[in-house]
């Protein structure tokens, strides 16, 4: 029985099968115990699970290495020869690996963030040695809702497009929207109800925009704008009012408000117009 058990230990292709066979249980274990039976997962939760998919990949990676390292170093010329075919043949997955790497390093994004990559702007919500996994964000103008679709995009991506992080936004966003009126309609007083309606509305958020717009600064170490609105006037090629504002709001209220604005401006400026005539 013990000859038998140090045979199958000696053998490199038998500890191979053991050490990724252990390792993949394990990682499963673990991310059972990590879910619970849950449907929908915390950013906690999914942060966990990745780090585990990802260390159980590494480990394995390395583990392998080990195991064949003396079969490999007798045979290092023939690897060289053989390890250059494998680079030209798998460029594009050392791109991934390459890549992946550039993340890591850099911290340019972790699980939960919002990105943009491209022509992909999304959530982060798992990512590996060979790709990242976005929730797809719409990417009509003004609007910071899910599509209901995921993008799977190649690391390798990463080396040849720049990586914008939106997380900032995530919670807060200066929201910008514009508001177009017939050139014979008067608007000089919508700048200050504008201004007015905004105080109100957001009496129960401007305390926390205060000091998220302030954490953004020192976070970022630049001077933003601040969280006060911004209202102009201005005129476009064909000669009509353009009214331009500028909320800082929290994300998820930003088109509730514009709506809201728009449709007071187009009721008073109309009424205004109608009562003069």
Known sequence: MSELTIDFFGNQFAQSCALVVVLLTLRVALVYLVKRNRAILTEAQRHWITSVKNSSWLIIFFGLLAIWWPELSEFAISIAAVTLALVIAIKELILCFSGAMLRAGTGAFTIGDWIEIGTHQGEVIDYNMLSTTLQELDKTPNSYSFTGRTIVIPNSLFL??????????????FHRFSITIEPHLNVAAMPQWIINEIDILSTDFIEIARRYNTF???????????????????TNEYAKSVITVIIFCPTDKAVELEHHITQGVLERVYQTSWKSS
């Open 160 to 173: 040849s497009e720049s990586i914008r992080n939106l997380n900032f936004f995530k919670r807060y966003v």
């Open 216 to 234: 953004i600064e020192h976070r970022t170490g630049v001077d933003i704008a601040g969280p006060e609105p911004r209202v102009m006037i201005s």
